[in-house]
Nanobody
Framework: EVQLVESGGGSVQSGGSLTLSCDASRFMYKKSCMGWFRQAPGEEREGVAVVDRDGSIIYADSVKGRFTISQDNAKNTLYLHMNSLKPEDTAMYYC???????????????????WGQGTQVTVSS
């Protein structure tokens, strides 16, 4: 059963903005760390931004100042607001959640988390 559902991906020009959403209302563990990861063709999946269980936020250096991660706890939804998009941001973006490996996720490391199916972001120059 898919417990994390991403939406909001699309195609934009360089400098544009997108907001990704992750519906986690069916995710069984409510006190979880959550984050966004991305994978470009031929590349490994990498961490983009994470919200740990204590609310602390971690960003990859490549997106600091451009991306903002946020949560709406009432809606059980995680967001990724992406501004000043660059062609190198082109990737499949995945929502991740876990209640066990949060230390790993907060280090923006890939891991055996619960994953969504992904949403594609394409940035053209």
């Amino acid at each position: 059963e898919v417990q994390l559902v991403e939406s909001g991906g699309g195609s934009v020009q360089s400098g544009g903005s997108l907001t990704l959403s992750c519906d986690a209302s069916r995710f069984m563990y409510k006190k979880s760390c959550m984050g966004w990861f991305r994978q470009a063709p031929g590349e490994e999946r990498e961490g983009v931004a994470v919200v740990d269980r204590d609310g602390s936020i971690i960003y990859a250096d490549s997106v600091k100042g451009r991306f903002t991660i946020s949560q709406d706890n009432a809606k059980n939804t995680l967001y990724l607001h992406m501004n000043s998009l660059k062609p190198e941001d082109t990737a499949m973006y995945y929502c991740a959640a876990d209640n066990q490996y949060c230390a790993l996720m907060s280090a923006l490391m890939n891991g055996g988390y619960h994953w969504g199916q992904g949403t594609q972001v394409t940035v053209s120059s």
